[in-house]
């Protein structure tokens, strides 16, 4: 199972940009499908984006469409999320993850990797 080691992350004011990357570890990217969830205190963690390795298709839930970009590294086996125009709507922890093959369903339980998060904080 490939591990994920996430990093970036910290404080922005709003309308700013930052990034998280997520690499990986112990085997390579090649096969999965790479995303981003994230979860604000109080609620429930929820899709950002998703990356196929293979097709490289991307997924984006509608509330971060236009402002982020995921993106992949096949030399550094890395996957990015550049965030821009951000809200402190998009304070959460957000964590990486990665499944095995074409996810069909944008949900936790269709993925069965896991990093451990990092804190992203939008202030106004």
């Known amino acids: 199972q490939v591990q994920l080691q996430e990093s970036g992350g910290g404080l922005v004011q709003a309308g700013g940009s930052l990034r998280v990357s997520c690499a990986a570890t112990?085997?390579?990217?090649?096969?999965?499908?790479v995303g981003w969830f994230r979860q604000a205190p109080g609620k429930e963690r929820e899709f950002v984006s998703a990356i196929n390795w293979r097709t490289y298709y991307k997924y984006y839930a509608d509330s971060v469409k236009g402002r982020f970009t995921i993106s992949r590294d096949n030399v550094k086996n890395t996957v990015y999320l550049q965030m821009h125009g951000l809200k402190p709507e998009d304070t959460a922890v957000y964590y990486c993850?990665?499944?095995?093959?074409?996810?069909?369903?944008?949900?936790?339980?269709?993925?069965?990797?896991w990093g451990q998060g990092n804190q992203v904080t939008v202030s106004s």
């Open positions: 993850a990665a499944a095995l093959g074409t996810v069909v369903e944008e949900s936790e339980t269709s993925f069965g990797s």
């Open positions: 112990g085997r390579t990217f090649s096969g999965h499908t």
